[in-house]
């Protein structure tokens, strides 16, 4: 039998300790939430991999790194209510849930939504709504949000999630160019979003953020 516990450890300490993220929250979290339970069945195995897990449809789990230093850059608090975006199978906001005061995890299949509840219900997540809806139209009905994550690749932000943070908040998001991208947290100050860059990674795009095509002549 695969002994899960002992790769958790592992994870954190040659992925995320080293990755120079060193917030208590964090770390505390990503030791205790079991990862593998919040990836498909036949991907298990590589739950605890230095790669993202694919979901399907583009969709993946962030690797450890790129996530634990997704939330150590955008700086959660305990009074925080964090829009999750492209929550999948609720990896991710049952971490960010026991940092967090709340977490709305929006996901756009009605599969996922339906295993992330129970997986979020078993592992004591109560302080997580999962809302089912289109990525790129965020969550308005329980914002607006001190901070936002987006779980995965994108090219463009949609208006949506502008609007729904919070004047003062943050997001994090992982701008991909070509097969590398960058990590930027963007803060909201007058109605709109001044990015700074963080660290590289890398992530499919999520549908529906790419951006349009052009042609030239």
Request: aromatic content about 6%.
């Amino acid at each position: 039998m695969t002994d899960f516990a002992t790769r958790r450890r592992f994870m954190v300490d040659t992925q995320v300790r080293t990755a120079d993220v060193t917030e208590f929250p964090i770390i505390d979290a990503m030791l205790n939430i079991p990862r593998e339970v919040f990836v498909p069945r036949d991907r298990i195995e590589a739950a605890y991999s230095s790669e993202p897990v694919a979901l399907g449809q583009d969709r993946v789990v962030l690797d450890p790194r790129c996530f634990a230093k997704m939330l150590e850059a955008i700086d959660l608090t305990n009074d925080d209510l964090v829009l999750d975006a492209g929550a999948g199978l609720g990896y991710s906001a049952a971490v960010i849930a026991r940092i967090a005061e709340a977490v709305v995890a929006l996901e756009d299949d009605a599969d996922r939504i339906s295993e992330a509840q129970g997986l979020l219900s078993e592992h004591d997540a109560d302080n997580v709504i999962l809302v089912e809806g289109p990525l790129t139209e965020g969550c308005a009905q329980h914002g607006p949000y001190d901070a936002i994550v987006v779980e995965g690749g994108i090219e463009v932000l949609p208006d949506a999630f502008v609007d729904q943070l919070k004047e003062g908040g943050r997001i994090a998001c992982l701008f991909m160019e070509g097969p590398l991208g960058t990590v930027r947290i963007g803060y909201k100050v007058d109605g709109r979003i001044n990015w700074r860059p963080v660290f590289n990674a890398s992530a499919p795009v999520i549908d529906g953020f790419r951006k349009e095509a052009t042609f030239a002549l």
